[in-house]
């Protein structure tokens, strides 16, 4: 027994494997990563510069992963201290961080001392140099806004080039 076809369906059927998710990946993290960079705080250049995208593949899953390998981006992102508690919209739901409470001092030699002196930070000097006390400051996210703003684009897009990729291979 035959079906009339089945040549043809098994040939498209083996085209669909070679169905190539990588590089719609790779292009869709680039827009999350673009407009994280565009959201960075600007007196944040370095940050800026640290902002990353890249695609992991493991086993059958494809990844796109945006990210910053700078220690103080979640400090940005969240807020510290009381400002950041007060004041944390636009961050990830998901995430719930712990805000000190209590103010803290820094040292001169671990802030620049024309932000410190642009918001007016209080300080004591001792003997062992000049201290500023913080109260945290507000967050200021980019790192969620550039996936969650654009999380519907992204999807429409990356699902209109899937399909002209398949209507390609099962030609």
Known sequence: ????????LERKMRSLSKL???RETARTIQTVRDAAVNACPVGYGELRQSIFAEVI????????VCYTNKDYSIYVEFGTGPKGQENHAGTSP??????TQQPWWIHESQVDARIAEKYH?????????????????????FMYP?????????????NAQLIVNLEGLIK
């Open 94 to 99: 998901e995430h719930n961080p712990v805000y």
């Open 146 to 158: 550039a996936l969650k703003d654009n999380q519907a684009d992204i999807l429409k897009d990356f």
């Open 20 to 22: 190539n998710v990588k």
């Open 57 to 64: 593949e493991k086993d059958d899953l494809v990844q796109g």
């Open 121 to 141: 930070w209080f300080h004591i000097d001792t003997p062992e140099g000049r201290f500023y006390q913080s109260t945290g400051q507000a967050a200021q996210p």
């Open 1 to 8: 027994m035959s079906i009339d076809g089945m040549d043809e």
